[in-house]
Nanobody, 124 residues
Framework: QVQLVESGGGLVQAGGSLRLSCAGS????????MAWFRQAPGKEREFVGA????????KYPDAVNSRFTISRDKAKNTLYLQMNGLKPEDTAIYYC?????????????????WGQGTQVTVSS
């Protein structure tokens, strides 16, 4: 059974940091683009960042650029999201996703596998 399991969410004050992890199992994700999305209540799922399948490119939207960093440990089949300078508007459920041979698309419909999400809450 293919699974992506996120962890590391929690409650943090504005300006703080969190590191999310996404552990893959049931499949080697080395040939997959891996991405993070988030969804706040009443809003659409939003692209947070992605790493292309060959590791050659990471991309971020303006809302998180220079604050969030994606990294991947392919040996551990794990994706990370380091979040610094957190703001209350970063509050959401954060999901990781995988796209076979993907380039790190910002469209969630591109992705084949999804985790169950982890809650991040940033207090002001």
């Amino acid at each position: 059974q293919v699974q992506l399991v996120e962890s590391g969410g929690g409650l943090v004050q504005a300006g703080g940091s969190l590191r999310l992890s996404c552990a893959g199992s049931g499949r080697n994700f080395v040939n997959y683009a891996m991405a993070w999305f988030r969804q706040a209540p009443g809003k659409e799922r939003e692209f947070v960042g992605a790493d292309s399948w060959n590791g050659g490119r990471t991309k971020y939207p303006d809302a998180v650029n220079s604050r969030f960093t994606i990294s991947r440990d392919k040996a551990k089949n794990t994706l990370y999201l380091q979040m610094n300078g957190l703001k209350p508007e970063d509050t959401a459920i954060y999901y990781c996703a995988a796209d076979f041979l993907g380039e790190g698309d910002n469209d969630p419909r591109t992705y084949d596998y999804w985790g169950q999400g982890t809650q991040v809450t940033v207090s002001s």
